[in-house]
């Protein structure tokens, strides 16, 4: 079974609106972190966010948000006033208290931000 | 802001030949990490070091692969004898210490990777 599903290969957003991405995740682990990294088109893997299991408060960074809904087992990533350079893929990513100190990653949305 | 650095940023190498990949880790992180990435496929863990030793490898990291810090900043990955299905990008990452997910937000921190193209 896979840990990370990300079912959005693809999505659209208009510039200046906010657009979600889907996360859910698979663990038996009652402790465990979730990521959001950004991979422009250049290459390179930039951390977002992250959410921690027994956070009780969605992680918030500038304009990323994290609606993490633990019994749905669903950590989504909120961009609010989307801009161009928001134009990438999004990978989610999840680090297991019993997983080592890995992370393990979904197939990544890829966002377009159109005028 | 403190990175990770690799080099090089791309390398082109015959099948059969010996490859070094190198990466500077941010210089007071603990845990070192080599990630993959097939050209628009999903980013796979191939090991993570600690103390200088593997702590933890995936089934990709077959006898072919080998990881080593020789001095203080740099840790590299060798692939002995390349195969075409090696081509991909290879990311080299970096943590502060060890995770504990309930109270650490300790991510991985990824150089810009050094695409790795087997012909």
């Known amino acids: 079974a896979q840990k990370i599903t990300q079912t959005q290969p693809g999505m659209f957003v208009q510039e200046k609106e906010a657009v979600t991405l889907d996360c859910t995740y698979d663990?038996?682990?009652?402790?465990?972190?979730l990521f959001w990294y950004k991979q422009p088109s250049s290459g390179e893997m930039i951390f977002l966010i992250y959410?921690?299991?027994?956070?009780?408060q969605n992680a918030t960074e500038g304009r990323y948000s994290l609606n993490f809904q633990k019994a749905r087992k669903s950590a989504n990533l909120v961009i609010s006033a989307s801009q161009l350079g928001d134009s990438a893929m999004y990978f989610c990513?999840?680090?297991?208290?019993?997983?080592?100190?890995?992370?393990?990653f979904g197939t990544g949305t890829q966002l377009k931000v159109e005028l | 802001e403190p990175e990770v650095t690799q080099t090089p940023s791309h390398q082109v190498t015959q099948m059969g030949q010996e490859v070094i990949l190198r990466c500077v880790p941010i210089?007071?992180?603990?845990?070192f990490y080599w990630y993959r990435q097939i050209l628009g496929q999903k980013v796979e863990f191939l090991v993570s070091f600690y103390n200088n030793e593997i702590s933890e490898k995936s089934e990709i990291f077959d006898d072919q692969f080998s990881v080593e810090r020789p001095d203080g900043s740099n840790f590299t990955l060798k692939i002995r004898s390349t195969k075409l299905e090696d081509s991909a990008m290879y990311f080299c990452?970096?943590?502060?210490?060890?995770?504990?997910?309930?109270?650490?937000?300790?991510?991985?921190?990824f150089g810009n990777g050094t695409r790795l193209t087997v012909t």
């Open positions: 990513a999840m680090r297991e208290t019993g997983g080592g100190n890995k992370l393990t």
């Open positions: 210089s007071n992180h603990l845990y």
């Open positions: 663990t038996s682990d009652p402790s465990y972190g």
């Open positions: 959410q921690g299991s027994y956070d009780q």
């Open positions: 990452a970096s943590s502060a210490r060890r995770a504990v997910p309930t109270t650490y937000n300790s991510p991985l921190h």
